[in-house]
């Protein structure tokens, strides 16, 4: 087996920037991604063992696997004191003893959430304490979001805090929370729609095709209004429409307590709620559908290695099949010595002609490429869909691709 060392100018580091789409429909208080079923497994429970439908698994290691011997991650309590997020401070030092394992589960899931947030006075101003009205405890939430708004004004003044658009700590407004996973360093600008159905007619539709943030109305009651904003490196909505959608069809869109007609301020209905103490979920929504389409943006770094195979190399093989079998006696081993006898080399072209031999020519078949480090260990390997004819007087170079 030859060695051969890459050049500088055979090896090139890229970041490949895709958008991978995503699709949330939300209907009686059900989610589905991508319109993908949640399956029942072969062991009593679903086959990636998802909470429910409109879920994503990080890792997707346990597919199809029973409920008592899931693969876990786990640690050693060491003098390094590492451990899991999920573990305390207090939980790490009185629960467990110097090489103790620290078992974590899996699957690690994600889906989208929403907080409705009720109009109301975020804090008392001369006093600022939050009034007793346990309707406003939601507020933390969007006053939380203060400095990270600021980060949106230079696209549109509707990322303001408080402005003659509206006051965000007083106003009604949904937020719905994207978690990462979906939409990687940010949502792609002029991708997202939301759009609301009503008996199955599409009622209204915004989308941020300004690309600035702003959801503008295309399809509804309002065009042309805002019905709120995307924080893109967030992956949050903040959705203060007030007005009607439509004044036909009437359910509890913000509790079970009271019906009312659909408006942006109570888009999702149905989505897991992002529980406090004052959060009531709504009531059944037969009639109503929504849906979230996006793209996120995903930085993938990647390695291009640029392998050659030059003409009169890569023309002999220690596979033993190389050897014509009737010539090979096989090595022999005595005190201080070790002997491989010679052995002739098969000659495999085929000549056109009847009863005649062609030519000998040195002839191999490029199966695999072994990436090597500086100590020749094999750090990875690259196989070829369909072993490759190699001939004196051939060739070749081999692109090999590597993401990170």
Request: net charge neutral.
């Amino acid at each position: 087996m030859s060695y051969k060392k890459f050049k500088s100018t055979e090896i090139f580091h890229n970041t490949v920037k895709t958008h991978p789409k995503y699709t949330f429909l939300v209907h009686n208080s059900k989610v589905y991604l991508n319109n993908d079923p949640l399956l029942d497994g072969e062991f009593s429970n679903k086959i990636k063992h998802m909470p429910k439908s409109g879920y994503i698994s990080l890792h997707e290691i346990n597919v199809n696997r029973p409920s008592d011997s899931l693969v876990f991650p786990f640690i050693t309590k060491e003098g390094s004191r590492t451990s899991f997020s999920t573990i305390t401070s207090k939980s790490f030092n009185s629960d467990f003893q110097f090489g103790d394992q620290i078992n974590g589960t899996y699957p690690h899931s994600a889906s989208i959430s929403r907080i409705y947030i009720p109009e109301g006075v975020d804090y008392v101003a001369s006093t600022f304490e939050q009034p007793a009205v346990t309707d406003t405890d939601n507020k933390k939430y969007i006053r939380s979001l203060k400095a990270s708004l600021r980060e949106y004004t230079g696209l549109s003044k509707y990322f303001e805090y408080s402005s003659s658009f509206g006051d965000k700590g007083f106003q009604k407004l949904n937020m719905i929370g994207i978690p990462s996973i979906f939409y990687g360093s940010s949502i792609k600008k002029g991708t997202l729609k939301i759009r609301t159905y009503v008996t199955g007619t599409l009622t209204a539709e915004a989308c941020d095709k300004n690309l600035n943030g702003e959801l503008i109305e295309t399809t509804g009651s309002q065009v042309g209004q805002v019905a709120g904003v995307v924080m893109y490196h967030h992956g949050l909505l903040l959705l203060t429409g007030s007005w009607n959608m439509e004044t036909t069809n009437q359910e509890p869109y913000i509790n079970s307590d009271g019906n009312s007609y659909p408006k942006w301020s109570t888009f999702g209905a149905g989505i897991d709620v992002a529980r406090s103490a004052v959060d009531r979920p709504p009531g059944a929504t037969p009639n109503t559908a929504y849906e979230i389409t996006f793209e996120g943006t995903n930085s993938i770094p990647t390695l291009t290695m640029l392998a050659h195979a030059e003409k009169a190399e890569m023309n002999l093989s220690s596979n033993p099949t190389f050897i014509e079998k009737s010539s090979y006696q096989g090595s022999t081993l005595t005190t201080g010595s070790f002997t491989t006898p010679e052995a002739t080399v098969k000659n495999i072209v085929k000549s056109p002609y009847t009863s005649h031999s062609a030519s000998f020519e040195k002839i191999t078949y490029i199966s695999k490429i072994g990436i090597y480090d500086e100590d020749k260990n094999l750090i990875g390997y690259a196989t070829l869909a369909n072993p490759v004819k190699k001939k004196e007087n051939r060739d070749y170079t081999f692109k090999l691709k590597l993401d990170f």
